[in-house]
């Protein structure tokens, strides 16, 4: 969320961050509220003034033996447009943080404006596999192999999910073991998460209220199913104040991962490619501000070791401003190529948000030795999201024969196993 006095002292700069993010403009009717807030802060303060006054009249006609009972009256008066102002108040707070909550944050100064097409490739890793014959995709591999079955999946839960099995489920259990020992060798601290999350911890991170129609709400409990675990692990010192001398933190858990807008608009919805539920490691920082974007770097490079270390080709781009997310200043995308699909998968998001979602669940730090608090900077990353990783590795580790060898590097987490076939 920005700060009201930034957005009332810089219009422009919201406005154009507002369009080169393709969100609704709802700047104008801010304002005018903002402007209504102050003028009644005014009148409210101009009738506190009174009502001392005439409470002072009150108590001096008192004590001079005289009849009070009019300034009584007018005092009473005073106080109920005072608590009537008061409500009037209220309301109209509680209308701006509404508007406040739909207003994006803004780009960094170095991020391309435009739709995707603007998007910056920066540089590629890896080589695509050479393949001497015509690589199947990952459901057909699957189907084979014995290990993914998407029409039981289908059975059980409708379309958009599906099923592993044997070597299949290991194989994502040992990417999941790898991953996590991985990120938390380099200093990322292993939660367990819960799955069900507040409203109020939902819109702390962004996704309410502009994506409330992409969550799995259950009404009765007012509870959400998690779409990232960045939702509770950021989420987790919400409405605190923590001490700098912690920072920066850096955490990682595994979850699940549910989302209603998946195999929107038919596209992808083939195999594991675009689903519902699916599992993924998850990376947050919080920090300094000085310091967010040099740890944006890092937690990048956190996330392509893991790709290098299963060594599976991959692109990063940078985002231009209108596929940047709602509440992102910057953000990096890692995309993996899969030959059966032949095209690239996104894996891994890195993004900073500066302080746009420590104000939004009003997260502080205090300063090393004392003084006053301010917002941290907090950023995530997937490091990374399955089933697209475990996608690439079948498509690209297939045989002419129909098998799946099995990166060297999980090796150890499939109990030596080398080959699926």
């Known amino acids: 969320m920005l700060d009201l006095k930034f957005i009332r002292e810089n219009p422009d700069l919201v406005r154009q961050a507002i369009a080169n993010k393709n969100e609704a403009d709802k700047l104008d009717e801010l304002l005018a509220l903002d402007g209504r807030r102050r003028d009644i802060i005014g009148e409210v303060e101009a009738l506190k003034h009174q009502k001392n006054v005439a409470s002072e009249n009150v108590a001096k006609t008192k004590k001079a033996g005289g009849d009070a009972s009019d300034a009584i009256l007018a005092m009473r008066a005073v106080s109920d447009k005072a608590?009537?102002?008061?409500?009037?108040?209220?309301?109209?707070?509680?209308?701006?943080?509404?508007?406040?909550l739909r207003i994006p944050n803004i780009p960094n100064s170095d991020v391309p404006v435009g739709d995707e097409s603007a998007n910056q490739e920066l540089r590629y890793w890896g080589e695509k596999p050479s393949l001497a014959f015509k690589p199947a995709p990952h459901w057909e591999l699957g189907e084979t192999l014995g290990i993914y079955d998407g029409a039981a999946g289908a059975n059980v839960s409708g379309s958009g999910f599906f099923v592993l099995k044997g070597a299949g489920a290991k194989m994502?259990?040992?990417?999941?073991s790898f991953m996590l020992d991985r990120h938390t060798a380099h200093g990322y601290l292993e939660h367990r998460l819960p799955y069900l999350v507040t409203a109020r911890t939902m819109q702390g991170t962004g996704q309410l209220p502009k994506l409330a129609e992409d969550m799995y709400h259950i009404e009765a409990d007012d509870l959400y199913l998690i779409p990232t675990a960045e939702v509770p692990l950021t989420n987790?010192?919400?409405?605190?104040?923590?001490?700098?001398?912690l920072l920066p933190q850096k955490?990682?858990?595994?979850?699940?991962c549910f989302r209603r807008e998946s195999g929107a608009?038919?596209?992808?919805?083939?195999?594991?490619?675009?689903?519902?539920?699916?599992?993924?490691?998850?990376?947050?920082?919080?920090?300094?501000?000085?310091?967010?974007?040099d740890e944006l770097e890092l937690l990048l490079a956190d996330a392509?070791?893991?790709?290098?270390?299963?060594?599976?080709?991959?692109?990063?781009?940078l985002l231009?401003?209108?596929?940047?997310?709602?509440?992102?200043?910057?953000?990096?995308?890692?995309?993996?190529?899969?030959a059966g699909v032949d095209t690239w998968l996104e894996v891994s998001s890195c993004s900073n948000f500066v302080d746009f979602q420590a104000r939004r669940m009003n997260l502080r730090a205090r300063p090393k030795g004392g003084g006053k608090p301010f917002f941290p900077h907090?950023?995530?990353?997937?490091?990374?999201?399955?089933?697209?990783?475990?996608?690439?590795?079948?498509?690209?580790?297939?045989?002419?024969?129909?098998s799946i060898m099995v990166p060297e590097i999980l090796v150890p987490y499939m109990g030596g196993q080398t080959e699926i076939s």
């Open 378 to 402: 907090t950023l995530n990353g997937s490091g990374l999201a399955l089933p697209r990783t475990m996608i690439a590795i079948w498509e690209n580790y297939q045989t002419a024969k129909g």
């Open 172 to 176: 994502q259990r040992a990417l999941v």
């Open 265 to 293: 608009h038919g596209k992808d919805t083939r195999g594991m490619l675009r689903v519902h539920q699916f599992d993924k490691v998850e990376l947050v920082k919080v920090v300094e501000p000085e310091h967010s974007y």
């Open 236 to 245: 987790l010192s919400a409405g605190a104040i923590i001490s700098a001398d």
């Open 320 to 338: 231009a401003t209108g596929d940047l997310s709602f509440a992102a200043a910057k953000c990096y995308d890692l995309e993996v190529y899969s």
């Open 304 to 317: 392509e070791a893991i790709l290098q270390a299963l060594r599976l080709p991959y692109r990063v781009k």
């Open 251 to 256: 955490a990682v858990a595994y979850t699940p």
């Open 83 to 100: 608590q009537a102002l008061d409500e009037s108040l209220r309301v109209v707070e509680e209308q701006i943080l509404q508007l406040q």
